[in-house]
Protein backbone atom coordinates (compact mmCIF):
# COMPACT_ATOMS: atom_id res chain seq x y z
CA UNK A 1 0.00 0.00 0.00
CA UNK A 2 2.98 2.24 0.98
CA UNK A 3 4.47 1.69 -2.37
CA UNK A 4 1.59 2.71 -4.70
CA UNK A 5 0.71 5.42 -2.78
CA UNK A 6 4.52 6.65 -3.28
CA UNK A 7 3.62 5.71 -6.84
CA UNK A 8 0.52 8.01 -7.03
CA UNK A 9 2.59 11.01 -5.64
CA UNK A 10 5.14 10.67 -7.83
CA UNK A 11 2.19 10.86 -10.96
CA UNK A 12 0.23 13.37 -9.06
CA UNK A 13 3.16 15.71 -9.06
CA UNK A 14 4.13 15.46 -12.63
CA UNK A 15 0.63 15.98 -13.31
CA UNK A 16 0.60 19.41 -11.65
CA UNK A 17 3.64 20.19 -13.53
CA UNK A 18 2.44 19.89 -16.40
CA UNK A 19 -0.89 21.40 -15.63
CA UNK A 20 0.47 24.28 -13.95
CA UNK A 21 2.70 25.18 -17.28
CA UNK A 22 -0.25 24.69 -19.53
CA UNK A 23 -2.22 27.33 -17.71
CA UNK A 24 1.24 29.52 -17.30
CA UNK A 25 2.46 29.15 -20.74
CA UNK A 26 -1.18 29.39 -21.88
CA UNK A 27 -0.98 26.45 -24.04
CA UNK A 28 -3.38 24.15 -21.90
CA UNK A 29 -4.29 21.40 -24.43
CA UNK A 30 -0.61 20.42 -24.58
CA UNK A 31 -0.27 20.28 -20.29
CA UNK A 32 -3.34 18.20 -20.84
CA UNK A 33 -1.53 15.85 -23.12
CA UNK A 34 1.32 15.59 -20.91
CA UNK A 35 -0.97 15.12 -17.99
CA UNK A 36 -2.66 11.95 -19.59
CA UNK A 37 0.90 10.61 -20.86
CA UNK A 38 1.71 10.59 -17.02
CA UNK A 39 -1.41 8.86 -15.84
CA UNK A 40 -1.09 6.69 -18.94
CA UNK A 41 2.55 5.56 -17.58
CA UNK A 42 0.65 4.81 -13.94
CA UNK A 43 -1.37 2.75 -15.51
CA UNK A 44 1.27 0.66 -17.59
CA UNK A 45 3.40 0.09 -14.25
CA UNK A 46 3.13 -3.91 -14.62
CA UNK A 47 3.38 -3.99 -18.46
CA UNK A 48 6.88 -4.52 -20.12
CA UNK A 49 9.20 -1.58 -19.93
CA UNK A 50 10.57 -0.25 -23.06
CA UNK A 51 14.32 0.36 -23.95
CA UNK A 52 15.17 3.79 -22.86
CA UNK A 53 16.41 5.41 -26.61
CA UNK A 54 18.33 8.50 -27.50
CA UNK A 55 17.36 9.38 -29.95
CA UNK A 56 13.86 10.80 -28.96
CA UNK A 57 15.74 13.10 -26.39
CA UNK A 58 17.87 14.45 -29.39
CA UNK A 59 15.48 14.33 -31.67
CA UNK A 60 13.02 16.54 -29.59
CA UNK A 61 15.07 19.48 -29.83
CA UNK A 62 13.66 20.22 -33.52
CA UNK A 63 10.42 20.54 -33.16
CA UNK A 64 10.88 22.66 -29.97
CA UNK A 65 13.86 24.78 -31.67
CA UNK A 66 11.11 25.33 -34.80
CA UNK A 67 8.45 26.60 -31.95
CA UNK A 68 10.88 29.00 -30.87
CA UNK A 69 11.18 30.19 -34.20
CA UNK A 70 7.49 30.86 -34.95
CA UNK A 71 7.04 32.95 -31.56
CA UNK A 72 5.91 36.38 -31.73
CA UNK A 73 8.82 39.14 -30.89
CA UNK A 74 9.09 40.87 -27.59
CA UNK A 75 9.69 44.61 -27.68
CA UNK A 76 12.48 46.04 -24.95
CA UNK A 77 11.79 42.62 -22.63
CA UNK A 78 11.98 39.16 -21.92
CA UNK A 79 9.80 36.87 -23.87
CA UNK A 80 8.57 34.00 -21.64
CA UNK A 81 9.25 31.96 -24.22
CA UNK A 82 12.76 32.21 -22.77
CA UNK A 83 11.29 30.24 -20.17
CA UNK A 84 8.44 27.94 -20.91
CA UNK A 85 10.20 26.14 -24.12
CA UNK A 86 13.27 24.79 -22.28
CA UNK A 87 9.98 23.81 -19.72
CA UNK A 88 8.70 22.15 -21.87
CA UNK A 89 11.20 20.44 -23.09
CA UNK A 90 12.43 19.34 -19.66
CA UNK A 91 9.04 17.47 -18.90
CA UNK A 92 9.58 15.80 -22.35
CA UNK A 93 12.91 14.38 -20.87
CA UNK A 94 10.76 13.80 -17.83
CA UNK A 95 8.19 11.32 -19.20
CA UNK A 96 10.96 9.78 -21.95
CA UNK A 97 12.64 8.38 -18.53
CA UNK A 98 9.68 7.81 -16.68
CA UNK A 99 8.64 5.65 -19.32
CA UNK A 100 11.63 3.87 -19.41
CA UNK A 101 12.90 3.66 -16.03
CA UNK A 102 15.11 0.38 -15.20
CA UNK A 103 16.08 -0.10 -18.87
CA UNK A 104 18.17 3.32 -19.35
CA UNK A 105 15.56 5.74 -17.83
CA UNK A 106 16.48 6.89 -14.08
CA UNK A 107 14.74 7.91 -11.43
CA UNK A 108 16.97 11.06 -10.36
CA UNK A 109 16.61 12.38 -13.99
CA UNK A 110 12.88 12.09 -13.48
CA UNK A 111 12.91 14.25 -10.28
CA UNK A 112 15.31 16.70 -11.87
CA UNK A 113 13.15 17.33 -14.55
CA UNK A 114 10.25 16.91 -13.18
CA UNK A 115 11.14 19.64 -10.64
CA UNK A 116 13.28 22.43 -13.41
CA UNK A 117 9.68 22.33 -15.03
CA UNK A 118 7.71 22.76 -12.50
CA UNK A 119 9.78 25.61 -10.97
CA UNK A 120 9.75 27.45 -14.65
CA UNK A 121 6.41 26.89 -14.66
CA UNK A 122 5.70 29.36 -12.25
CA UNK A 123 7.00 32.05 -14.51
CA UNK A 124 5.16 34.87 -14.35
CA UNK A 125 2.28 32.92 -13.05
CA UNK A 126 -0.45 34.34 -10.44
CA UNK A 127 -1.60 33.21 -6.85
CA UNK A 128 -3.12 30.04 -7.90
CA UNK A 129 -0.18 28.96 -10.34
CA UNK A 130 2.26 29.90 -7.33
CA UNK A 131 -0.31 27.89 -4.66
CA UNK A 132 -0.16 24.65 -7.63
CA UNK A 133 3.66 24.92 -7.37
CA UNK A 134 3.87 24.28 -3.94
CA UNK A 135 1.58 21.56 -3.55
CA UNK A 136 3.49 19.75 -6.29
CA UNK A 137 7.04 20.22 -4.12
CA UNK A 138 5.35 19.12 -1.29
CA UNK A 139 4.30 15.98 -3.37
CA UNK A 140 7.86 15.35 -4.67
CA UNK A 141 9.23 15.34 -1.37
CA UNK A 142 6.79 12.91 0.22
CA UNK A 143 7.21 10.71 -3.45
CA UNK A 144 10.94 10.45 -3.41
CA UNK A 145 12.03 10.74 0.32
CA UNK A 146 14.52 8.06 1.28
CA UNK A 147 12.84 6.08 4.02
CA UNK A 148 13.31 5.95 7.33
CA UNK A 149 14.18 9.47 7.23
CA UNK A 150 13.16 11.41 10.71
CA UNK A 151 10.07 13.66 10.04
CA UNK A 152 11.89 16.48 11.60
CA UNK A 153 14.19 16.69 8.85
CA UNK A 154 11.32 16.96 6.32
CA UNK A 155 10.39 20.03 8.10
CA UNK A 156 13.64 22.02 8.86
CA UNK A 157 13.99 21.85 4.51
CA UNK A 158 10.16 23.19 4.21
CA UNK A 159 11.48 25.83 6.35
CA UNK A 160 14.35 26.04 4.51
CA UNK A 161 12.92 26.36 1.62
CA UNK A 162 10.15 28.58 2.76
CA UNK A 163 12.77 31.16 4.94
CA UNK A 164 14.57 31.84 0.99
CA UNK A 165 11.40 32.37 -0.96
CA UNK A 166 10.26 34.82 2.03
CA UNK A 167 13.14 36.66 2.10
CA UNK A 168 13.71 36.77 -1.93
CA UNK A 169 9.95 38.21 -2.05
CA UNK A 170 10.61 41.07 1.21
CA UNK A 171 13.67 41.85 -0.67
CA UNK A 172 12.07 42.34 -3.56
CA UNK A 173 8.91 44.59 -1.97
CA UNK A 174 11.50 46.63 0.04
CA UNK A 175 12.95 47.65 -3.57
CA UNK A 176 10.11 48.54 -5.06
CA UNK A 177 8.67 50.43 -2.06
CA UNK A 178 12.60 52.33 -1.43
CA UNK A 179 14.25 52.76 -4.62
CA UNK A 180 12.74 56.18 -5.07
CA UNK A 181 15.21 57.18 -2.22
CA UNK A 182 18.58 56.74 -3.98
CA UNK A 183 19.11 58.43 -7.64
CA UNK A 184 22.14 56.17 -8.28
CA UNK A 185 20.26 53.11 -9.52
CA UNK A 186 18.46 55.33 -11.80
CA UNK A 187 21.53 56.86 -13.25
CA UNK A 188 23.14 53.85 -13.73
CA UNK A 189 20.19 52.66 -15.57
CA UNK A 190 19.93 55.61 -17.86
CA UNK A 191 23.96 54.86 -18.66
CA UNK A 192 23.60 51.41 -19.27
CA UNK A 193 19.77 51.84 -21.55
CA UNK A 194 20.59 54.80 -23.32
CA UNK A 195 23.03 56.18 -25.56
CA UNK A 196 22.61 60.00 -24.77
CA UNK A 197 22.52 62.84 -27.18
CA UNK A 198 20.41 61.43 -30.23
CA UNK A 199 16.95 62.90 -28.68
CA UNK A 200 14.51 65.81 -30.51
CA UNK A 201 15.48 67.86 -28.64
CA UNK A 202 19.37 67.85 -26.94
CA UNK A 203 21.36 70.26 -24.70
CA UNK A 204 25.34 71.20 -25.74
CA UNK A 205 27.53 68.40 -24.18
CA UNK A 206 24.81 65.62 -23.92
CA UNK A 207 27.48 63.28 -25.44
CA UNK A 208 29.79 63.62 -22.31
CA UNK A 209 27.85 60.83 -20.76
CA UNK A 210 29.00 58.24 -23.63
CA UNK A 211 32.63 59.04 -23.30
CA UNK A 212 32.77 58.96 -19.43
CA UNK A 213 30.03 56.49 -17.98
CA UNK A 214 31.74 52.62 -17.14
CA UNK A 215 29.57 51.59 -20.29
CA UNK A 216 31.59 53.55 -22.97
CA UNK A 217 33.08 50.32 -24.74
CA UNK A 218 29.54 49.05 -25.18
CA UNK A 219 28.49 47.95 -28.61
CA UNK A 220 25.45 50.27 -29.73
CA UNK A 221 25.22 49.32 -33.33
CA UNK A 222 26.54 46.69 -35.86
CA UNK A 223 26.38 47.63 -39.46
CA UNK A 224 26.82 44.32 -41.59
CA UNK A 225 28.33 45.91 -44.49
CA UNK A 226 32.36 45.55 -45.42
CA UNK A 227 31.88 48.80 -46.45
CA UNK A 228 30.05 50.37 -44.07
CA UNK A 229 30.95 54.34 -44.09
CA UNK A 230 32.44 56.49 -41.52
CA UNK A 231 29.38 58.65 -40.85
CA UNK A 232 26.35 57.30 -40.08
CA UNK A 233 23.40 60.16 -39.54
CA UNK A 234 21.04 59.52 -36.56
CA UNK A 235 19.45 62.91 -36.62
CA UNK A 236 20.24 66.46 -38.19
CA UNK A 237 19.09 69.99 -36.30
CA UNK A 238 18.03 72.93 -37.59
CA UNK A 239 17.87 75.98 -34.71
CA UNK A 240 19.88 76.51 -31.68
CA UNK A 241 18.37 78.38 -28.49
CA UNK A 242 20.15 79.00 -25.80
CA UNK A 243 22.32 75.63 -25.44
CA UNK A 244 19.80 73.50 -26.90
CA UNK A 245 19.17 71.91 -30.57
CA UNK A 246 15.76 71.59 -31.81
CA UNK A 247 14.94 69.36 -34.58
CA UNK A 248 13.20 71.26 -37.42
CA UNK A 249 9.34 72.05 -36.64
CA UNK A 250 7.58 69.35 -38.65
CA UNK A 251 8.31 66.57 -40.78
CA UNK A 252 8.25 67.11 -44.64
CA UNK A 253 5.66 64.50 -45.28
CA UNK A 254 4.44 60.98 -43.66
CA UNK A 255 6.70 57.81 -45.55
CA UNK A 256 4.19 54.44 -46.04
CA UNK A 257 5.38 51.09 -47.31
CA UNK A 258 6.00 51.20 -50.72
CA UNK A 259 6.02 47.14 -50.31
CA UNK A 260 7.62 44.62 -48.04
CA UNK A 261 10.72 42.95 -47.95
CA UNK A 262 9.65 39.55 -45.80
CA UNK A 263 8.61 40.60 -42.47
CA UNK A 264 10.05 44.66 -43.65
CA UNK A 265 7.95 47.53 -44.64
CA UNK A 266 10.50 49.29 -47.05
CA UNK A 267 10.27 53.15 -47.18
CA UNK A 268 11.36 54.69 -50.02
CA UNK A 269 12.30 58.66 -50.20
CA UNK A 270 11.20 58.17 -54.48
CA UNK A 271 8.65 55.90 -55.80
CA UNK A 272 10.52 53.05 -56.94
CA UNK A 273 14.03 54.07 -56.25
CA UNK A 274 14.87 50.66 -54.36
CA UNK A 275 13.71 48.94 -56.22
CA UNK A 276 16.42 49.16 -58.70
CA UNK A 277 19.22 45.92 -59.71
CA UNK A 278 21.76 48.30 -58.18
CA UNK A 279 20.33 48.97 -54.48
CA UNK A 280 21.51 46.88 -51.99
CA UNK A 281 19.58 46.48 -48.40
CA UNK A 282 22.26 46.86 -45.32
CA UNK A 283 21.20 45.16 -41.97
CA UNK A 284 21.73 47.14 -38.72
CA UNK A 285 21.19 46.04 -35.58
CA UNK A 286 20.97 48.00 -32.11
CA UNK A 287 21.46 47.49 -28.46
CA UNK A 288 19.80 49.93 -27.67
CA UNK A 289 17.00 52.55 -27.81
CA UNK A 290 17.46 54.89 -30.90
CA UNK A 291 14.73 57.17 -29.71
CA UNK A 292 13.15 57.01 -33.09
CA UNK A 293 15.75 57.60 -35.56
CA UNK A 294 17.19 55.18 -38.06
CA UNK A 295 20.83 55.94 -38.17
CA UNK A 296 21.31 55.51 -42.27
CA UNK A 297 24.64 57.00 -44.23
CA UNK A 298 24.15 60.26 -46.70
CA UNK A 299 23.75 58.44 -49.42
CA UNK A 300 20.26 56.12 -47.82
CA UNK A 301 17.79 55.90 -50.75
CA UNK A 302 15.21 54.20 -48.42
CA UNK A 303 14.95 52.20 -45.00
CA UNK A 304 13.07 48.85 -43.73
CA UNK A 305 11.58 48.54 -40.41
CA UNK A 306 9.91 45.65 -38.57
CA UNK A 307 6.19 46.36 -36.81
CA UNK A 308 5.98 49.69 -38.37
CA UNK A 309 3.19 51.39 -40.70
CA UNK A 310 4.72 54.77 -40.93
CA UNK A 311 7.88 57.02 -40.62
CA UNK A 312 8.20 60.64 -40.66
CA UNK A 313 10.75 61.90 -42.99
CA UNK A 314 12.27 65.47 -42.22
CA UNK A 315 13.83 67.82 -44.90
CA UNK A 316 16.87 67.17 -43.78
CA UNK A 317 16.89 63.22 -45.21
CA UNK A 318 16.40 61.85 -41.81
CA UNK A 319 14.00 58.75 -41.23
CA UNK A 320 11.90 58.77 -37.90
CA UNK A 321 8.99 56.61 -36.24
CA UNK A 322 7.11 57.65 -33.34
CA UNK A 323 7.71 54.79 -30.91
CA UNK A 324 11.58 54.91 -31.07
CA UNK A 325 11.78 50.56 -30.09
CA UNK A 326 13.71 49.26 -33.30
CA UNK A 327 16.41 46.79 -32.53
CA UNK A 328 17.21 46.61 -36.30
CA UNK A 329 16.08 47.75 -39.44
CA UNK A 330 17.86 47.97 -43.17
CA UNK A 331 19.20 50.91 -44.59
CA UNK A 332 18.66 50.87 -48.90
CA UNK A 333 22.12 51.93 -50.80
CA UNK A 334 22.08 52.57 -54.85
CA UNK A 335 25.82 51.42 -55.62
CA UNK A 336 25.50 53.41 -58.45
CA UNK A 337 25.42 56.73 -56.79
CA UNK A 338 27.59 59.13 -55.66
CA UNK A 339 27.43 59.31 -52.07
CA UNK A 340 29.72 62.18 -51.40
CA UNK A 341 27.24 64.89 -52.19
CA UNK A 342 23.33 64.77 -52.19
CA UNK A 343 20.69 67.03 -53.71
CA UNK A 344 19.34 69.85 -51.90
CA UNK A 345 15.49 68.48 -52.22
CA UNK A 346 12.04 70.45 -53.45
CA UNK A 347 11.31 71.48 -49.52
CA UNK A 348 14.55 73.09 -48.27
CA UNK A 349 14.56 76.95 -47.33
CA UNK A 350 18.03 78.18 -46.35
CA UNK A 351 16.51 81.00 -44.20
CA UNK A 352 16.56 77.91 -41.69
CA UNK A 353 20.01 77.50 -41.93
CA UNK A 354 21.17 81.08 -41.56
CA UNK A 355 19.57 81.52 -38.03
CA UNK A 356 21.56 82.52 -35.38
CA UNK A 357 20.03 83.77 -32.00
CA UNK A 358 20.43 87.12 -30.54
CA UNK A 359 22.03 86.27 -27.69
CA UNK A 360 24.80 84.57 -29.36
CA UNK A 361 24.79 87.27 -32.04
CA UNK A 362 28.10 89.20 -30.45
CA UNK A 363 29.90 86.10 -29.40
CA UNK A 364 30.05 84.75 -32.57
CA UNK A 365 30.78 88.09 -34.53
CA UNK A 366 33.85 88.49 -32.19
CA UNK A 367 35.06 84.55 -32.52
CA UNK A 368 34.84 85.11 -36.83
CA UNK A 369 37.18 88.33 -36.65
CA UNK A 370 39.56 86.58 -34.52
CA UNK A 371 39.41 83.80 -36.99
CA UNK A 372 39.90 85.84 -39.48
CA UNK A 373 36.94 84.78 -41.64
CA UNK A 374 36.34 86.69 -44.43
CA UNK A 375 33.01 88.28 -46.22
CA UNK A 376 31.78 87.21 -48.90
CA UNK A 377 31.62 90.58 -50.99
CA UNK A 378 35.67 91.19 -50.02
CA UNK A 379 36.51 87.75 -52.33
CA UNK A 380 34.67 89.10 -54.84
CA UNK A 381 33.38 85.46 -55.72
CA UNK A 382 30.67 83.61 -57.49
CA UNK A 383 28.33 81.56 -55.50
CA UNK A 384 28.71 78.98 -58.04
CA UNK A 385 32.28 78.28 -57.18
CA UNK A 386 32.97 77.27 -53.97
CA UNK A 387 36.15 79.36 -53.76
CA UNK A 388 34.19 81.22 -50.69
CA UNK A 389 33.21 78.29 -48.87
CA UNK A 390 36.34 76.48 -48.93
CA UNK A 391 38.26 78.95 -48.02
CA UNK A 392 35.59 79.92 -44.57
CA UNK A 393 36.16 76.02 -43.88
CA UNK A 394 39.71 75.88 -44.11
CA UNK A 395 40.27 78.73 -42.03
CA UNK A 396 38.25 77.03 -38.94
CA UNK A 397 39.34 73.66 -39.57
CA UNK A 398 42.84 74.93 -39.51
CA UNK A 399 42.06 77.07 -36.06
CA UNK A 400 40.76 74.67 -34.38
CA UNK A 401 43.81 72.05 -35.30
CA UNK A 402 46.12 74.98 -34.34
CA UNK A 403 44.58 76.63 -31.56
CA UNK A 404 42.07 73.74 -29.39
CA UNK A 405 42.50 70.42 -28.31
CA UNK A 406 40.40 67.83 -28.00
CA UNK A 407 39.05 66.98 -24.81
CA UNK A 408 36.31 64.71 -23.13
CA UNK A 409 35.62 67.45 -20.60
CA UNK A 410 35.89 71.19 -20.84
CA UNK A 411 37.12 72.79 -17.82
CA UNK A 412 34.47 75.56 -15.78
CA UNK A 413 31.09 73.82 -17.45
CA UNK A 414 28.56 73.20 -14.70
CA UNK A 415 24.98 72.52 -14.45
CA UNK A 416 24.61 76.19 -13.47
CA UNK A 417 26.57 77.07 -16.64
CA UNK A 418 24.89 79.28 -19.38
CA UNK A 419 27.04 80.14 -21.74
CA UNK A 420 28.54 76.80 -22.96
CA UNK A 421 30.17 77.90 -25.95
CA UNK A 422 31.89 81.15 -24.40
CA UNK A 423 33.65 78.57 -21.84
CA UNK A 424 34.62 76.40 -24.56
CA UNK A 425 36.16 79.63 -26.27
CA UNK A 426 38.25 80.76 -23.25
CA UNK A 427 39.13 76.85 -21.98
CA UNK A 428 40.31 76.27 -26.07
CA UNK A 429 39.36 72.25 -25.33
CA UNK A 430 36.07 70.24 -25.87
CA UNK A 431 34.59 67.22 -27.62
CA UNK A 432 32.95 67.21 -30.60
CA UNK A 433 29.41 68.90 -29.78
CA UNK A 434 31.09 72.04 -29.46
CA UNK A 435 33.06 72.19 -31.90
CA UNK A 436 30.16 71.61 -34.46
CA UNK A 437 28.14 73.89 -32.85
CA UNK A 438 30.29 76.68 -33.20
CA UNK A 439 31.03 75.60 -36.20
CA UNK A 440 27.51 75.65 -37.50
CA UNK A 441 27.28 79.42 -35.51
CA UNK A 442 30.17 80.79 -37.76
CA UNK A 443 29.54 79.55 -41.17
CA UNK A 444 25.91 81.10 -40.87
CA UNK A 445 27.22 84.23 -39.52
CA UNK A 446 29.31 84.20 -42.99
CA UNK A 447 26.25 83.50 -44.69
CA UNK A 448 26.76 79.56 -45.55
CA UNK A 449 23.81 77.62 -44.80
CA UNK A 450 24.82 74.39 -42.39
CA UNK A 451 23.24 72.37 -40.17
CA UNK A 452 24.09 70.23 -36.67
CA UNK A 453 24.69 66.41 -37.39
CA UNK A 454 24.24 63.66 -34.72
CA UNK A 455 25.41 59.76 -35.14
CA UNK A 456 28.11 57.60 -34.80
CA UNK A 457 31.66 58.23 -36.97
CA UNK A 458 35.13 56.07 -37.21
CA UNK A 459 33.42 52.21 -36.32
CA UNK A 460 35.75 49.63 -35.41
CA UNK A 461 37.14 47.63 -37.95
CA UNK A 462 38.08 44.27 -37.50
CA UNK A 463 40.13 42.11 -40.75
CA UNK A 464 38.02 39.26 -41.81
CA UNK A 465 34.71 40.29 -39.70
CA UNK A 466 31.66 41.23 -42.12
CA UNK A 467 30.55 43.81 -40.17
CA UNK A 468 31.65 46.95 -38.32
CA UNK A 469 30.92 47.90 -34.51
CA UNK A 470 30.09 50.76 -33.25
CA UNK A 471 30.44 51.54 -29.49
CA UNK A 472 29.41 54.23 -27.31
CA UNK A 473 32.47 56.36 -27.57
CA UNK A 474 31.92 56.63 -31.64
CA UNK A 475 28.99 58.60 -30.73
CA UNK A 476 29.98 62.23 -33.00
CA UNK A 477 28.57 65.34 -33.90
CA UNK A 478 29.70 67.36 -37.02
CA UNK A 479 28.58 69.75 -39.49
CA UNK A 480 26.39 69.64 -42.94
CA UNK A 481 27.51 72.37 -45.64
CA UNK A 482 25.39 73.64 -48.70
CA UNK A 483 27.21 74.93 -51.35
CA UNK A 484 26.36 74.85 -55.20
CA UNK A 485 22.97 73.26 -54.21
CA UNK A 486 24.31 70.00 -52.89
CA UNK A 487 24.91 69.32 -49.06
CA UNK A 488 28.88 68.55 -47.97
CA UNK A 489 29.99 66.35 -44.72
CA UNK A 490 32.49 68.80 -42.40
CA UNK A 491 33.95 67.71 -39.22
CA UNK A 492 36.13 70.16 -37.92
CA UNK A 493 36.47 68.34 -34.78
CA UNK A 494 40.47 68.39 -33.92
CA UNK A 495 42.50 64.41 -34.31
CA UNK A 496 41.39 62.61 -30.96
CA UNK A 497 44.45 61.91 -29.07
CA UNK A 498 45.81 58.23 -28.94
CA UNK A 499 44.88 56.43 -25.61
CA UNK A 500 42.22 59.21 -24.65
CA UNK A 501 39.62 56.29 -25.24
CA UNK A 502 40.03 52.80 -23.48
CA UNK A 503 41.72 50.79 -26.30
CA UNK A 504 39.08 47.21 -27.04
CA UNK A 505 41.76 43.92 -25.77
CA UNK A 506 41.45 41.12 -27.56
CA UNK A 507 39.34 39.14 -26.00
CA UNK A 508 36.88 41.74 -26.24
CA UNK A 509 37.08 41.82 -30.03
CA UNK A 510 36.68 37.69 -30.06
CA UNK A 511 34.22 37.89 -27.63
CA UNK A 512 32.18 40.49 -30.00
CA UNK A 513 33.03 38.29 -33.24
CA UNK A 514 30.95 35.51 -31.59
CA UNK A 515 28.02 37.07 -30.13
CA UNK A 516 28.17 39.10 -33.94
CA UNK A 517 28.18 35.45 -35.26
CA UNK A 518 25.01 34.62 -32.72
CA UNK A 519 23.15 37.81 -33.57
CA UNK A 520 23.60 36.50 -37.49
CA UNK A 521 21.85 33.17 -37.26
CA UNK A 522 19.59 33.95 -34.65
CA UNK A 523 18.54 36.81 -37.36
CA UNK A 524 18.48 34.86 -40.11
CA UNK A 525 16.01 31.82 -38.35
CA UNK A 526 13.56 34.47 -36.51
CA UNK A 527 13.32 37.14 -38.87
CA UNK A 528 12.22 35.31 -41.95
CA UNK A 529 15.36 35.49 -44.28
CA UNK A 530 15.20 31.83 -44.20
CA UNK A 531 11.65 31.85 -46.15
CA UNK A 532 13.23 33.40 -48.83
CA UNK A 533 15.66 30.64 -49.27
CA UNK A 534 12.81 27.93 -48.76
CA UNK A 535 10.83 30.28 -51.51
CA UNK A 536 13.58 30.02 -53.58
CA UNK A 537 14.49 26.20 -53.43
CA UNK A 538 10.02 26.33 -54.26
CA UNK A 539 11.35 28.21 -57.05
CA UNK A 540 13.74 26.11 -58.66
CA UNK A 541 11.24 22.90 -58.10
CA UNK A 542 8.46 24.33 -59.70
CA UNK A 543 11.33 25.74 -62.61
CA UNK A 544 12.63 21.72 -62.24
CA UNK A 545 8.90 20.22 -62.54
CA UNK A 546 8.23 21.76 -65.82
CA UNK A 547 11.00 21.20 -67.67
CA UNK A 548 11.01 18.11 -69.97
CA UNK A 549 14.50 16.70 -68.67
CA UNK A 550 12.77 15.84 -65.49
CA UNK A 551 10.96 13.22 -67.33
CA UNK A 552 14.08 12.22 -69.67
CA UNK A 553 16.67 11.78 -66.83
CA UNK A 554 14.61 9.24 -64.50
CA UNK A 555 14.48 6.82 -68.09
CA UNK A 556 17.72 7.36 -68.73
CA UNK A 557 18.50 6.60 -65.15
CA UNK A 558 16.43 3.39 -65.66
CA UNK A 559 18.22 2.72 -68.99
CA UNK A 560 21.67 2.70 -67.13
CA UNK A 561 20.02 0.10 -64.66
CA UNK A 562 18.82 -1.92 -66.74
CA UNK A 563 21.83 -2.23 -68.81
CA UNK A 564 24.18 -3.05 -66.33
CA UNK A 565 21.85 -5.94 -64.85
CA UNK A 566 21.87 -7.35 -68.41
CA UNK A 567 25.75 -6.74 -68.55
CA UNK A 568 26.23 -8.80 -65.10
CA UNK A 569 23.61 -11.44 -66.20
CA UNK A 570 26.01 -12.02 -69.23
CA UNK A 571 29.39 -12.22 -67.72
CA UNK A 572 27.96 -15.14 -65.34
CA UNK A 573 26.89 -16.88 -67.91
CA UNK A 574 30.09 -16.09 -70.32
CA UNK A 575 32.33 -18.87 -68.66
CA UNK A 576 36.38 -18.56 -68.88
CA UNK A 577 38.04 -20.79 -71.27
CA UNK A 578 39.62 -23.91 -68.81
CA UNK A 579 43.39 -24.91 -69.81
CA UNK A 580 43.62 -27.34 -72.34
CA UNK A 581 45.67 -30.11 -70.28
CA UNK A 582 42.79 -29.45 -67.76
CA UNK A 583 40.31 -30.45 -70.37
CA UNK A 584 42.45 -33.60 -71.16
CA UNK A 585 42.48 -34.86 -67.72
CA UNK A 586 38.28 -34.18 -67.57
CA UNK A 587 37.94 -36.11 -70.62
CA UNK A 588 39.98 -38.90 -70.01
CA UNK A 589 38.53 -39.59 -66.71
CA UNK A 590 34.94 -39.48 -68.13
CA UNK A 591 36.19 -42.08 -70.71
CA UNK A 592 37.40 -44.24 -67.49
CA UNK A 593 34.64 -43.91 -65.56
CA UNK A 594 32.01 -44.85 -68.90
CA UNK A 595 34.05 -48.22 -69.50
CA UNK A 596 34.49 -48.98 -65.50
CA UNK A 597 30.72 -48.52 -65.69
CA UNK A 598 29.77 -51.38 -68.26
CA UNK A 599 31.79 -53.78 -65.82
CA UNK A 600 29.59 -52.67 -62.93
CA UNK A 601 32.17 -50.36 -61.34
CA UNK A 602 29.90 -47.15 -60.68
CA UNK A 603 31.43 -44.28 -58.14
CA UNK A 604 29.33 -43.32 -55.66
CA UNK A 605 27.97 -39.66 -55.08
CA UNK A 606 30.22 -37.60 -53.25
CA UNK A 607 33.20 -40.35 -53.49
CA UNK A 608 36.62 -39.33 -54.64
CA UNK A 609 38.53 -40.18 -57.61
CA UNK A 610 41.13 -41.92 -54.78
CA UNK A 611 38.73 -43.81 -52.81
CA UNK A 612 37.08 -44.72 -55.90
CA UNK A 613 40.21 -46.82 -57.60
CA UNK A 614 41.22 -48.27 -53.82
CA UNK A 615 37.60 -49.68 -53.99
CA UNK A 616 38.29 -51.29 -57.15
CA UNK A 617 41.55 -51.31 -58.15
CA UNK A 618 41.35 -55.11 -57.44
CA UNK A 619 38.21 -56.16 -58.98
CA UNK A 620 38.63 -54.68 -62.72
CA UNK A 621 39.33 -58.68 -64.64
CA UNK A 622 38.58 -57.60 -68.18
CA UNK A 623 41.17 -55.51 -70.52
CA UNK A 624 39.27 -52.67 -70.97
CA UNK A 625 38.16 -52.30 -67.32
CA UNK A 626 42.45 -52.69 -66.42
CA UNK A 627 42.79 -49.75 -69.14
CA UNK A 628 39.99 -47.52 -67.04
CA UNK A 629 41.82 -48.30 -63.92
CA UNK A 630 45.13 -47.23 -65.24
CA UNK A 631 43.68 -44.30 -66.41
CA UNK A 632 42.03 -43.30 -63.49
CA UNK A 633 45.80 -43.82 -61.55
CA UNK A 634 47.35 -41.42 -64.23
CA UNK A 635 44.57 -39.16 -63.75
CA UNK A 636 44.74 -38.84 -59.66
CA UNK A 637 48.66 -38.67 -60.08
CA UNK A 638 48.69 -35.99 -63.02
CA UNK A 639 45.64 -34.18 -62.14
CA UNK A 640 46.34 -31.86 -59.36
CA UNK A 641 50.48 -31.17 -60.58
Not at 73 to 102: D, H, M
Not at 287 to 292: C, I, P, Q, R
Not at 557 to 573: C, E, G, K, S
Request: aromatic share 16%.
Amino acid sequence: MRKSLREIFKTLFLVLAAVNLGISSDVIPLGILFALGFVYLHWTLDKPVPLYKKRYAYGAIIPFALWWVVTPEVENGISPYVVFIPAWYLLFLAWLQKRSLGRGGFETFVIFDGVASLLLGMFQAGREGTAVGVVGLLLAIFAYRRLHTAWYKYLLFILLVAFFGLTSFGGWQYWKSHRHYDGGWARDYMERTRVMGFDPVVSLGSFSNNYSSKYSSQVILRVWDNGAPEYLRAAVYEKYVGHIWKLPAKQERKLYPAYYRIDYPVFEKADSITRRSTARFVWVQAALNNFGFLFAPYDAIGVAAKNTDSLDFYGTDVFASADGKHGDWYYVVDDSANGSAWQMGPYFSDSAYLQIGKSHQEFVDSVADIMGLPQRDSLQDSLSSGTYERTVLSLIKDYFVHNFNYSLVVPGVTKDNRDLLGTFWRAREGFCEYYATLSVLLLRHRGIPARYVTGFAHPERVEGRDYVVFRRYHSHAWVEVLWNGRWYSFDPTPPIRKGLFRQTSYLQIKWEGIKGRFARIFHLLKEGEWRRVVDGWQVTMQDLLDSPWIYGLPLLLLLIILARVLFRQFNRRVSVKPDRRVMEWVRSLDYAEKKLKREGLVRRPGETVGSFLARIENSANSREAVNAVNALREYEKHRWC
